[in-house]
């Protein structure tokens, strides 16, 4: 695996392979590699001949409350794993070959509308950070096709957004969430949690299971079915941020009329945000009850 600093660098090892004719895939990550992250890189394998896999702490991304100063930075393991799928190329700048004027001054790209509703209401700016930190990656790789994870499901409807407004030359994939034995979206910021709270977690993913399962059943009264279900939520221990059933593809709050939906949440165990979504299909045949 080669491991690159600067873009320069990137850029110069890419145009090598891409005069022979190959393919480039990109998967984004911040570090502290799981399970679900090296899914996204057996699933560039199949879509490119050069898989390259970013590690970048995005400062743009994190709020000033949030947890920047103390999300994991794992970089030897990240490389072991890695290394263990013949990964090509691990692109692992620091802040300044990102932002050399600082993140202040750095031309910064917006979604709106998207943006505004779920995580982007609780964080203000995140998916703006988001944006940039991606654009930047998708031009310096200059990839064919990027990979990103279904479990920020919010994410990758900005992003896919994103590159259809600008015309960005890319196809983008989206994995699904891989998850622990108990149900638990794997996550780096698992880590935060507690043994007690560790054993509450995947109640998180129990309660969105049983509302899919309700609106399969034919539950259409979807905000009763929000109200009830954050109402559990703070009995158990949770403290929700949002909790919503929406259209699957334009993320806006669910009609009678819709077939394909998704559970968007999101709720803290203690003082760790976890988020995570399911996928509901309808039949035309559902009643309301």
């Known amino acids: 695996m080669l491991v690159v600093n600067t873009v320069k660098a990137l ?3 890419l145009t090598a392979h891409r005069l022979k004719g190959k393919k480039t895939a ?11 992250h090296l899914q996204l890189v057996k699933t560039a394998q199949k879509h490119a001949d050069i898989v390259v896999v970013t590690l970048f702490v995005n400062p743009m991304q994190f709020g000033a409350n949030e947890d920047l100063d103390r999300y994991p930075r794992t970089f030897r393991s990240d490389c072991d794993q890695l290394k263990t799928l013949d990964t090509d190329i691990l692109f692992a700048p620091v802040i300044d070959e990102i932002y050399p004027r600082g993140g202040d001054n750095t031309t910064q790209v917006r979604v709106p509308h998207v943006t505004t509703v779920l995580c982007g209401a609780s964080r203000p700016g ?8 991606v654009t930047k990656l998708f031009n310096i790789t200059r990839a064919d096709v990027a ?6 499901y919010q994410q990758l409807a900005v992003i896919r957004r994103m590159v259809d407004d600008l015309n960005i030359p890319i196809s983008i994939i989206g994995e699904p969430i891989i998850r622990e ?3 638990l979206a794997m996550s780096s910021r698992n880590g935060y949690l507690s043994k007690e709270q560790r054993l509450l977690a995947p109640r998180f993913h129990g309660i969105l299971t049983h509302i899919k399962q309700r609106i399969i059943d034919g539950n259409r009264d979807f905000s009763k079915l929000e109200t009830t279900a ?3 939520l703070c009995e158990l221990g949770f403290k929700p941020d949002y909790l919503h059933i929406y259209q699957h593809d334009e993320l806006r709050p669910a009609t009678i009329n819709d077939t394909k939906l998704v559970i968007v949440a999101a709720v803290f165990v203690g003082s760790t945000r976890l988020i995570d979504n399911l996928h509901v299909h309808c039949t035309e045949t ?3 009850i």
Do not use: A, R, S, Y
């Open 26 to 36: 990109l998967v984004p990550t911040m570090g502290n590699l799981h399970k679900g």
């Open 147 to 152: 990979i990103f994870g279904e479990k920020d």
């Open 286 to 288: 559902t009643v309301l």
């Open 181 to 183: 034995t108990d149900g």
């Open 230 to 232: 954050k109402n559990q």
């Open 126 to 133: 995140h998916f703006d950070g988001v944006t940039t930190i």
């Open 11 to 13: 850029q110069e090892t």
